[in-house]
Nanobody, 128 residues
Framework: QSQLVESGGGQVQPGGSLTLSCGAS????????IVWFRQAPGKEREGVSC????????DYADSVKGRFTISRDNAKYTAYLQMNSLKPEDTAVYYC?????????????????????WGKGTQVTVSS
């Protein structure tokens, strides 16, 4: 019943834009931070961006800061990653994950450890 499904991946030219979606089923997203990861060939998985369950706090990896924007729409059970000014080094499989935030104090924060659920990923390829 509970699952995360990424969509919106594909091939784009350098400098182009792409928006990824993460659809959630079987969750009350209000209680979860949402996190995007990526893994390029031959590299370790890295955190790209996260948004707290409250939606008030976001974080971005230095490599994507100023180019990517994370957002969420709990009513649509969906999270998004808007990617602009894409570079070849952005090529990777992108994963959506969620982190349950049981304590109220957590809901204004987000991070990249101890995810509770993961999607299976979507490929993003940036090339000419």
């Amino acid at each position: 019943q509970s699952q995360l499904v990424e969509s919106g991946g594909g091939q784009v030219q350098p400098g182009g834009s792409l928006t990824l979606s993460c659809g959630a089923s079987g969750f009350i997203l209000d209680y979860y931070a949402i996190v995007w990861f990526r893994q390029a060939p031959g590299k370790e998985r890295e955190g790209v961006s996260c948004i707290s369950s409250s939606g008030k706090t976001t974080d971005y990896a230095d490599s994507v800061k100023g180019r990517f924007t994370i957002s969420r729409d709990n009513a649509k059970y969906t999270a998004y990653l808007q990617m602009n000014s894409l570079k070849p080094e952005d090529t990777a499989v992108y994963y959506c994950a969620i982190d349950r935030q049981d304590d109220i104090w957590e809901r204004g924060t987000c991070g990249y450890s101890d995810m509770d659920y993961w999607g299976k990923g979507t490929q993003v390829t940036v090339s000419s």
